[in-house]
């Protein structure tokens, strides 16, 4: 049993309002980390320009594009059954063009075309603002290619159209690209090397979510941490930064403060944070300010220090538990949650054994883990045998999974008997009678919907838990509405 962030909405489509003006019919499917699905939206909003509704119906699309993962190769391998069912759907509608987006298309590049011949365009992560030109070559009857990545692309200027929306939180992404070069991850080769996005046009677009209604935003990146402007450029070439450049660039810590003074009453997240990059004063900026939500998704893959090591993640087991201690004497109630990789490459059992008592020693919200899948042209998979058998790979991801379940009670179990202020995104799955919303910890909360309304802060008094839910009662509005 794998557990993958956004189970629920991986392979969704997304469906725009209606432009009347616009007379062909785009059919997008996303999969992948949450990165992928803001994406998507700077997609539609680009082709909305040239011309595209959005439609939910495959069969009758002029356009059909699919925005894929590589991270792991079950990731490629869905994708891949979806453009088999795409190719077979054009059969009957011959007119219809298929799209491969994303980091898959990064990877594979023109093989799609050459080889597979299951596609009829390839469109690399940095390369979205050609889709125009793109799309009239496929109109004339040519095959379409760009993967260029690039060095400054954020696309910062395209308002992303939110799509299959609650109306009430949204992400918006602030980095691009990765440099960290973890030996498993093949992300710095499909989505290229980190940039920065200029914080003026991140706040222009939060205060444009507020305008719209929009109650909490989380800042997206593969490392926000390491966010970092000084007028452009990539995070590497920050030592070539002129003195003035330096002394006016914008830090993490920094770029959160000036969110959260920005909307006051609106909720601020952020994800993903590396332990080597995450520093003290981005802890003590969510500290100061009440609307930065007291949640950290700090994925740390192994316990072992050896493993840590292997991966190329630039810091110890005891480095780890010294930024765990800092988070809990800065934020005493801040929840942590935790991405872990079971049976990387030479992994033993006593290795295993540290993660497990690393997890003993956190005692994590909530986790995604994952058995190790190589990815060709990673470090690890040039360097390293993937030599530990499937059958022990899954059996350390059910003893993590098992654990995990049990830390995640425990933590729940913490909440009881409190008043939490709660954001409602909408009904609960399971009973048309509750509103369903997260408290700042990113807890699911469910309770009695009563005349309460999406995008109300209410308070709630926690009464019951699962390992994943509180269950409880509205008490009223909390002040921040
Ligand atoms: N940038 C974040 C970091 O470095 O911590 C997360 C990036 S990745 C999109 C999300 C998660 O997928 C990783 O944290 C890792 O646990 C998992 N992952 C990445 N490559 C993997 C691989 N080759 N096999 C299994 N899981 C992998």
């Known amino acids: 049993m794998e557990k993958i962030i956004d189970e629920s909405q991986q392979g969704s489509t997304l469906a725009l309002e209606k432009d009347e003006k616009n007379g062909r019919k785009l059919y997008i499917e996303s999969y992948g980390c949450q990165m992928n699905f803001s994406d998507s939206e700077i997609v539609a909003s680009i082709l909305a320009k040239e011309g595209f509704n959005t439609t939910q119906e495959l069969q009758e699309a002029d ?4 925005n894929t993962c590589s991270i792991r190769e079950k990731a490629e391998v869905t994708v891949r059954k979806r453009l088999e069912k795409f190719n077979a759907v054009k059969k009957t509608n011959p007119g219809m063009k298929v799209g491969v987006l994303g980091c898959m298309a990064e990877r594979l590049k023109s093989k799609f075309l050459e080889e597979e011949k299951i596609v009829d365009m390839v469109v690399g992560p940095d390369a979205y603002k050609d889709l125009p030109n793109l799309i009239q070559e496929i109109d004339e009857g040519r095959n379409a290619v760009n993967v260029i990545l690039s060095k400054d692309e954020t696309y910062g200027d395209v308002a992303p159209v939110r799509l299959n929306s609650n109306g009430v939180s949204a992400f918006v992404s602030i980095t691009r690209g990765c440099d960290n070069m973890c030996t498993f991850c093949v992300v710095p080769f499909t989505r290229g090397r980190e940039r920065s996005r200029d914080p003026q046009s991140i706040l222009e677009e939060v205060n444009d979510l507020w305008k719209k209604g929009f109650k909490e935003v989380t800042l997206l990146g593969q490392n926000v941490d390491s966010y970092l402007w000084y007028g452009g450029g990539l995070k590497k070439d920050f030592e070539k930064a002129t003195d003035m450049q330096k002394a006016t660039s914008v830090n993490f810590a920094k770029l959160l403060e000036l969110v959260a003074q920005a909307q006051p009453k609106m909720r601020i997240r952020f994800s993903t944070s590396n332990p080597q990059d995450m520093t003290l004063d981005v802890i003590e900026s969510m500290a100061k300010y009440d609307n930065i939500c007291k949640y950290i998704h700090l994925p740390v893959q192994s316990g072992s220090n050896r493993i840590l090591k292997a991966m190329n993640r630039l810091h110890t087991r005891e480095e780890y538990f010294e930024l765990i201690d ?8 801040c929840a942590i949650s ?10 033993t059992e006593e290795d295993h054994q540290d993660t497990l008592s690393l997890m003993e020693y956190v005692k994590y919200d909530f986790g995604f883990m994952f058995a190790y899948s190589e990815r060709p ?7 390293m045998d993937d030599d530990i058998p499937e059958e022990t790979k899954k059996r350390r991801l059910r003893e993590v999974i098992e654990l995990q379940q ?7 179990q913490q909440h009881l008997g409190k008043i939490e202020e709660v954001l409602i995104e909408g009904p609960s799955k399971k009973s048309d009678a509750h509103w369903m919303g997260r408290n700042s910890q990113n807890t699911v909360v469910v309770f009695p919907k009563e005349t309460y309304t999406i995008g109300d802060f209410v308070n709630v008094k926690i009464n019951e838990c699962t390992s994943a839910t509180l269950i409880g009662e509205a008490v009223g509005l909390s002040e921040n509405n």
Do not use: C, S, W
């Not at 049990?406 to 729940?412: I, V």
């Open 63 to 66: 356009l059909v594009l699919v």
């Open 326 to 333: 800092n988070i809990r004497r800065i934020i005493p109630d």
């Open 338 to 347: 935790q991405d872990m990789i079971t049976g990387f490459p030479t992994e």
């Open 377 to 383: 042209g990673t470090l690890a998979e040039r360097k």
């Open 406 to 412: 049990k830390h995640g009670l425990y933590r729940t």
